[in-house]
């Protein structure tokens, strides 16, 4: 069984200014890992993913992502945050076998003019 | 875009009613999945579906859920006899494969149980 923990459940941070997401997962074997972004009454949309290959994957708004996987991490993040990135992020983890995806509790993003 | 749909958007039953979840899954996907929030909670995997039959459930998905693909396009999740802690939003996914497949979310149906 897999589980993934995010660190800070909230994150304020100024605009402009860089932002950091952490999460560490948990698993006995291969995994996938992705980052999803809510925004404010709407669903779930994938910001980014890490299949394999090269540990540093970029995805959509600018954001990026580091696979690491001795520390069993995949920390976000995005070097200049701007109002619009206000919203809630997850996490999520699956193994290379199933379907079935296990999430982080979440980090609400809460950028500050 | 193609995108996942999912109706209603707010639905609100009392304690021991039915309700029927609707989803129209990305028309070209295999895979359907149920996730809930319950609020202040992470987001759970309830089942997947592929092939007209579930593939993968949670604990949570007891015999008070179902699923049904009753047509080519729809994708729905009963609840029986619902209870106050069924009270959640409700995500619909779909995915083209198993595996290496990212999962396509719908906008969620909040269901209220009074």
């Known amino acids: 069984a897999q589980s993934v923990t995010q660190l800070d459940s909230q994150v304020p941070v100024f605009e402009e200014a860089p932002v950091e997401l952490r999460c560490n997962y948990s698993?006995?074997?291969?995994?996938?890992l992705f980052w999803y972004v809510q925004y404010p009454n709407q669903g779930l949309q994938l910001l980014l993913k890490?299949?394999?290959?090269?540990?540093l994957v970029k995805g959509i708004n600018g954001f990026e992502a580091e696979f690491n996987k001795s520390q069993t991490s995949f920390h976000l993040r995005k070097p200049s945050v701007h109002i619009s990135d206000t919203a809630e992020y997850f996490c999520?983890?699956?193994?290379?076998?199933?379907?079935?995806?296990?999430f982080g509790g979440g980090t609400r993003l809460m950028v500050k003019p | 875009e193609p995108e996942v749909t999912q109706t209603p958007s707010h639905q609100v039953t009392q304690m021991g009613q039915e309700v029927i979840l609707r989803c129209v899954p990305i028309?070209?996907?295999?895979?359907f999945y149920w996730y809930r929030q319950i609020l202040g909670q992470k987001v759970e995997f309830l089942v997947s579906f592929y092939n007209n039959e579930i593939s993968e459930k949670s604990e949570i998905f007891d015999d008070q859920f179902s699923v049904e693909r009753p047509d080519g396009s729809n994708f729905t999740l009963k609840i029986r006899s619902t209870k106050l802690e069924d009270s959640a939003m409700y995500f619909c996914?779909?995915?083209?494969?198993?595996?290496?497949?990212?999962?396509?979310f719908g906008p969620g149906t909040r269901l209220t149980v009074t």
């Open positions: 999520a983890v699956k193994d290379n076998a199933g379907n079935m995806l296990t």
């Open positions: 698993s006995s074997v291969s995994v996938y």
């Open positions: 890490y299949l394999s290959g090269s540990t």
């Open positions: 996914a779909s995915s083209p494969g198993q595996g290496p497949y990212e999962q396509y």
């Open positions: 028309s070209n996907h295999l895979y």
